[in-house]
Every structure is written in structure tokens, then in C-alpha cells.
């Protein structure tokens, strides 16, 4: 039996070249094998969504809001759904919820630079003094004021 990443797969190919009633299928089947798989999860919504099923694209992406509460993805496919659906208000919300999701990413604060020697160095330019000719050439755009 392929692993569930093999069935995703194919479901992915399914939906990929316009075959949204198989991808629905093949993710149905995957969810009954293992109903905490998200990516499956969020890409049934977004096959219903798709397929033009905006009430069923609603119900699959709040299972997998469920499973994941902050991913940015989640809140972007509802913002959509909600929006076909014709509900502003909650299209608004989740579109919001997607740009928090967005923002809170890696909280952590950057990490310190190496000391000094310990990392790679920028190639420095060499110091070099231009020469200056002893004689400037003539210029003859401008006008002799003699």
C-alpha cells in the first residue's frame, strides 16, 4: 500500500490536471486513514473551493483551522471561500486572521553575529592612489579669453 505522502501526491497530480471530484476521492481516503493530516485537510477545501462547492469549501477549511488554528494558508483559503460565498464580514476576518498569521512567523529575535574573525570577510578593495598627469589635455569646448 503506498504511504499517505504517495496517495497526497497523486491526489495533488489529480487535482493539478482539473480532476477535482478524483483529488476530493483520493483525499477523502486519506483523511479516513489519518484524520490529523492537514495538508490533505487544507487541500480538500481547497478542491471544493475549486470544484465551486463554496459551502463545503467552508466546512473543510474550519476542520482544518481546527488542526491548525494560526496557519496563514487556512485563514487565506476561508478569506476566499467566504468571499464566493458572499459573506464580507467573515471574508474580512479570516483575511485578517491570514496577515496576523503572517506577522507572527519566527518570533525568535535574529541571532548574534560571530565574533570578529570567526565568520567569512568581505574582500576589501586594495588601496591604490590615482595617478594625475602632469599635463591636462586641451580643451576645446572652452573659449580662449585671450
Given at each position: ?27 477523502r ?41 494560526h ?19 467573515a ?29 567569512l ?9 590615482p ?16
Amino acid at each position: 500500500m503506498p504511504s499517505l505522502q504517495d496517495q497526497f501526491d497523486e491526489a495533488m497530480f489529480e487535482f493539478s490536471t482539473g480532476h477535482c471530484d478524483a483529488a476530493i476521492e483520493r483525499l477523502r481516503a486519506i483523511l479516513a486513514q489519518d484524520p490529523a493530516y492537514f495538508d490533505a485537510q487544507l487541500s480538500l477545501g481547497g478542491a471544493y473551493f475549486a470544484r465551486g462547492d463554496y459551502a463545503a469549501a467552508i466546512a473543510e477549511g474550519h476542520k482544518a483551522e481546527q488542526l491548525k488554528p494560526h496557519d496563514q494558508w487556512v485563514h487565506t483559503n476561508l478569506s476566499r471561500a467566504y468571499m464566493k460565498a458572499g459573506d464580507k464580514t467573515a471574508a474580512e476576518h479570516h483575511a485578517l486572521q491570514a496577515r496576523v498569521a503572517s506577522w507572527r512567523g519566527n518570533m525568535a529575535p535574529p541571532a548574534a553575529p560571530p565574533p570578529d574573525g570567526a565568520g567569512l570577510e568581505m574582500a576589501k578593495p586594495k588601496a591604490t592612489t590615482p595617478k594625475v598627469p602632469e599635463k591636462f589635455p586641451d580643451m576645446p569646448w572652452k573659449k580662449n579669453k585671450s
